[in-house]
């Protein structure tokens, strides 16, 4: 169990991984998140990077996408809400629709975003994942 966090202390910044095989998608996700005051601590380019790298690092939530090499997104959330379920994950993908948004939340995913999201609707989601009690965060 996570001790409480002292009240007077402002709590520290989510640390994000971001796991998408487009290095112009994660680099634009990595300003986009520190822009908001989120902390970038890794990327990787596939789903079995993007397990290794929420082992070694320890995020507090992964912005995954869903189409990777590999392993896709939604096999990587399965692993590492089950290796990890501390950490929480965000899925997002140019597929949309209920279907969509329901397996990856069935994967473990707390949230599905489309690609073609608002900005802040994708910063919205990380720090709202966040935020969500441990030590099983999921809203599903």
Known sequence: MTSQPDPGQP?????VLLVDDTPAI???LRGLLEDAGVVVVGEAAD???GIEQAEALRPDVVLIDWRMPRLSGVQATVRIRQQLPQIQVVMFSHIEGEQAEAAARYAGA?????????????????????R???PNR???
């Open 47 to 49: 789903g079995l990077e």
């Open 110 to 130: 707390c949230a599905f975003v489309p690609k073609g999201a608002a900005a802040e609707l994708i910063c919205a989601a990380v720090w709202a994942a966040w």
């Open 11 to 15: 709590l520290p910044p989510p640390r």
């Open 26 to 28: 994660r680099a634009a």
């Open 132 to 134: 969500l009690p441990e």
């Open 138 to 140: 999921s809203t599903y």
